[in-house]
T-cell receptor
Framework: EPEVTQTPSHQVTQMGQEVILRCVPI?????FYWYRQILGQKVEFLVS????????KSEIFDDQFSVERPDGSNFTLKIRSTKLEDSAMYFC????????FGQGTRLTVV | AQTVTQSQPEMSVQEAETVTLSCTYD???????LFWYKQPPSRQMILVIR??????QNATENRFSVNFQKAAKSFSLKISDSQLGDTAMYFC????????????FGQGTRLTINP
């Protein structure tokens, strides 16, 4: 069964460093998303991406964040200068009406 | 803006019992989708069931069924014959129709199935 895959599963980074979270969506899906879940809290929308551009972004998705689909298969989330409060589980999802989630990347900023 | 509310932070039942998780939402849209996602301790998000608002019939997937009350904006999940593997966080979510519409999640209900 096709699935969304995310790498790495866990990343530890120092405050101020740049991180790139990677996702391979399901191949025939057209809509891509990043969500964030701070430990113990609800899942929050960050950004949606369609037709090679951002469709919508939340207030969380500030200038420190960017997304890219560099080669037609990968979908990446970059955080330019990480802060302690960026520590969270980051989920990639792809959709053709039903969103399928990757297994998540646990980001720890120290 | 849409909001989703899950009023039960935690629930606990015995194995084989039936349990119902509540969800209410607020929207001015007439057409939309509702979902229940399960998040086990591994923290992966797994789709449990989906309901289209234009369908009056309640969705069912094996032991999982929903009670969709559109006028009341209520969307509860019933788990029959609960199993230990059902222990997880359950999130209710709302989505406007495509294109590229985001999911809006509730706060979640932590469900524990006891042996």
């Amino acid at each position: 069964e096709p699935e969304v895959t995310q790498t790495p599963s866990h990343q530890v980074t120092q405050m101020g460093q740049e991180v790139i979270l990677r996702c391979v969506p399901i191949s025939n899906h057209l809509y891509f998303y990043w969500y964030r879940q701070i430990l113990g809290q609800k899942v929050e929308f960050l950004v949606s991406f369609y037709n090679n551009e951002i469709s919508e972004k939340s207030e969380i998705f500030d200038d420190q964040f960017s997304v890219e689909r560099p080669d037609g298969s990968n979908f990446t989330l970059k955080i330019r200068s990480t802060k302690l409060e960026d520590s969270a589980m980051y989920f990639c999802a792809s959709s053709v009406g039903i969103a399928f989630f990757g297994q998540g990347t646990r980001l720890t900023v120290v | 803006a849409q909001t989703v509310t899950q009023s039960q932070p935690e629930m606990s039942v015995q194995e084989a019992e039936t349990v119902t998780l509540s969800c209410t939402y607020d929207t001015s849209e007439s057409n939309y989708y509702l979902f229940w996602y399960k998040q086990p301790p591994s923290r992966q998000m797994i789709l449990v069931i989906r309901q289209e608002a234009y369908k009056q019939q309640n969705a069912t997937e094996n032991r999982f069924s929903v009670n969709f009350q559109k006028a009341a904006k209520s969307f509860s999940l019933k788990i029959s014959d609960s199993q230990l593997g059902d222990t997880a966080m359950y999130f209710c979510a709302f989505m406007k129709p495509l294109p590229a519409q985001k999911l809006v999640f509730g706060q979640g209900t932590r469900l524990t199935i006891n042996p």
